[in-house]
């Protein structure tokens, strides 16, 4: 009990003693140690996947990417839609993003809705059975935005939207018309008429070549049947392979990834197919092959993004670190890196420092103890106590700031163990910077020097 007592009182003393400093330690650790796990987070990969999106196959990785969600900037994007360049800039960037042969790119959502106008139904199945083709809750039109200036009455078809690569890749094929080509999904002006598919129950219901107006995501695009399906093809949902299949038997496929060759006058005759490359790159997926870092695809789409002044898609299960850098250039996350390691340097050595200043300033007195019969171990466990007190805040702090509602991450029990990581490894460094002043100590002069 008396060796506990002593051991308080010698860390209370010497805590209150240099109060000052030991809170500046604890802020600069609290600091360092959280920029040092982003920063290796950034560069080492350390952080934990999504499973439900990340899915590994053969030799490759898939990684699904988000816009919407991760547009903290109150859709940013979106807003630059205002102008003809603007418009042409998203465009830009899917066609290069999608076009990188590195790393192999797919946009596909597997359950669409569009919308057809009442007044047009009958020009599109004539006096057929159209119940199989809407969605479920639709059992009559429904007054809606047809556009933003447009409000009639609306039929909610199934739907399904996938780009040219995506067609190719879960081999869509037709039994009447055509598919998805290169040719097709290229128009010459904005106000030419787009390709649509239609699902295998349509045939000998709706003739290829039909013209229709579909409205998605509020944007009107005038359409023509391209082609009819074959029965049984399907598609997964969200790009996920693993995943049971949708079939589009009953489903109007509609393109991501139209081309436009002529520029338009008008951006509201182009803002339409800007909003589709937008969503396309929402819904899209792209395949990392093993051995291929995930911080250079990272790095890829931020310099694509640079380059058109647009906002790097996240790369959904990319660490912490990366996500949040993402938008950053790689000289400033450089930059970021050298004032890390400065700012771990300065305040291992602010430790390093105090305490080396304590022992030296109570040498006399610890000859006092040793001179009663105190060993040198119940010297160094009050600092140790102190270290550890100092440290404990950088661990508070790296569970506050790592948490899923700040990181967006889930889990995120990596990147906290990494904070772990690193408060145990600065008590270690102090314990044993400690031990190598004490114990290389001469006990016989701290005891003289009483005299």
């Not at 009639?152 to 598919?179: K, N, S």
Request: net charge negative; glycine share 8%; with cysteine.
């Amino acid at each position: 009990m008396r060796r506990i007592r002593f051991i308080g009182e010698e860390f209370l003393r010497s805590f209150q003693k240099s109060l000052f400093k030991n809170m500046l330690l604890m802020a600069m650790f609290s600091i360092s140690f959280v920029m040092a796990v982003l920063m290796c987070s950034y560069y080492f990969d350390i952080g934990d996947r999504y499973e439900e999106t990340t899915q590994h196959i053969e030799d490759s990785t898939w990684y699904s990417l988000n816009y919407i969600m991760a547009d903290y900037e109150s859709n940013k994007v979106p807003d630059s839609f205002t102008t003809v360049t603007g418009c042409r800039n998203m465009m830009a960037f899917y066609e290069e993003i999608s076009s990188l042969e590195q790393y192999p790119f797919f946009s596909l959502k597997d359950d669409q809705s569009v919308y057809i106008r009442d007044a047009d139904l009958a020009g599109f199945v004539g006096g057929h059975d159209y119940a199989g083709f809407l969605q479920e809750d639709q059992r009559e039109a429904a007054c809606g935005y047809f556009t933003e200036d447009e409000t009639c009455l609306l039929w909610c078809f199934q739907g399904a939207q996938i780009d040219l690569p995506a067609y190719r890749m879960f081999g869509l094929r037709t039994v009447e018309g055509e598919g998805f080509t290169e040719e097709n999904m290229t128009i010459r002006r904005a106000s030419d008429s787009i390709p649509i598919l239609l699902g295998n129950d349509y045939q000998g219901i709706v003739e290829v070549g039909t013209a229709i107006d579909i409205s998605y995501w509020g944007y009107a695009f005038p359409c023509r049947v391209a082609g009819i399906l074959e029965r049984g093809l399907s598609l997964p949902p969200f790009g996920k392979m693993d995943m049971s299949m949708t079939s589009m038997d009953s489903r109007i496929v509609f393109p991501h990834g139209i081309r436009i060759r002529e520029q338009p006058v008008n951006v509201d005759d182009i803002r339409r197919y800007a909003f589709n490359d937008y969503i396309a790159v929402e819904d899209g997926t792209v395949r990392l092959a093993d051995g291929m870092e995930v911080s250079d695809l990272v790095g890829t789409y931020r310099d694509i993004g640079e380059k058109y002044g647009i906002p790097p898609a996240q790369v959904v299960g990319a660490s912490v670190g990366m996500d949040l850098f993402r938008r950053e250039s790689a000289a400033s996350v450089r930059n970021l890196l050298i004032l890390t390691v400065a700012l771990l340097c300065f305040t291992f050595y602010g430790l390093f420092v105090t305490f080396y200043d304590k022992i030296q300033s109570n040498s006399r007195t610890y000859g006092i103890y040793l001179m009663n019969g105190c060993s040198l171990f119940m010297i160094l466990v009050p600092y140790l106590l102190e270290i550890a007190v100092i440290l404990l805040p950088a661990v508070f702090v790296g569970r506050v700031v790592f948490t899923v509602d700040n990181v967006g991450s889930f889990p995120v029990e990596v990147t906290v163990r990494a904070v772990y990581l690193f408060t145990g490894m600065a008590f270690l460094a102090g314990a044993g910077f400690l031990a190598y002043l004490l114990c290389g100590v001469d006990t016989e002069q701290l005891i003289r020097q009483k005299e």
